[in-house]
């Protein structure tokens, strides 16, 4: 009988799953094997969960009417998911321009996280959400606004602060068409307001 001895460092080489603890070898390969076997429904649940169907860097969205664009949404990164868990994410922000019929623009919507529920067709924008009027020359900003497409308005229940060229108001929401002809801010209150100054007066 011929009695094999190795060194610690040959069942190393012959046996990489293996380890050492007080000369006893313990084999791992059983456990890296079972660990690999997960059930294929575990599998796509976890997938399913967290990786999205379709994946679009520096997206371009139109919105027209009879030809016309209307809105403009732009966002670095977009993330699809289709079946129950169906919707759009834009985890790096989202970027809205609406436009007067002469292509100029009319305002725009920007917040650094927005999800979109595809089959009611509503946007929720979060996170330092700024609203941009350019006839006005206001500037809103609230945390969250809701964009409901069949209803053609956008909206939020939200604190409201809006810094005028004379005036910041607060207000308890906001609201308007999603075309931004009409916008407007809910329970106006806490107005600040202050005269311009001429550059010959500064």
């Known amino acids: ?5 190795f060194s610690k460092v040959v069942y190393q080489q012959l046996f990489p799953f293996c ?6 070898i313990a084999l791992l390969f059983p456990l890296f094997f079972f660990s690999c076997t997960n059930k294929t429904s575990e599998i796509e649940k976890y997938k399913g ?12 969205i139109i919105q027209s009417s009879n030809g016309i664009v209307q809105v403009e949404v732009t966002a ?28 100029t623009l009319k305002a725009t919507l920007s917040a650094k996280y927005a999800v979109s529920n595809d089959e009611k067709k509503m946007m929720e924008a ?20 809701t964009w409901d497409q069949q209803q053609e308005k956008i909206y939020t229940n ?45």
Do not use: H
């Open 158 to 202: 939200n604190l409201i602060k809006c810094v005028g060229r004379k005036a910041i108001t607060y207000g308890d929401g906001f609201e308007s068409d999603d075309r931004m002809d009409y916008p407007r801010i809910k329970n106006q209150r806490g107005t600040i307001e202050w005269e311009e100054l001429d550059e010959n007066q500064q």
């Open 49 to 60: 969960s967290n990786t999205p169907d379709q994946t679009v860097k520096n997206a371009r």
């Open 19 to 24: 380890y050492f603890k007080k000369g006893i």
């Open 1 to 5: 009988m011929i009695n094999f001895r």
């Open 126 to 145: 979060q996170n330092n959400v700024v609203i941009i009027d350019y006839r006005t020359g206001d500037t809103i900003y609230t945390e969250k606004l």
């Open 76 to 103: 670095p990164l977009v993330l699809s998911y289709e079946g129950a868990r169906r919707r759009t994410e834009y985890p790096k922000g989202v970027f809205l321009r609406f436009l007067n019929p002469d292509k």
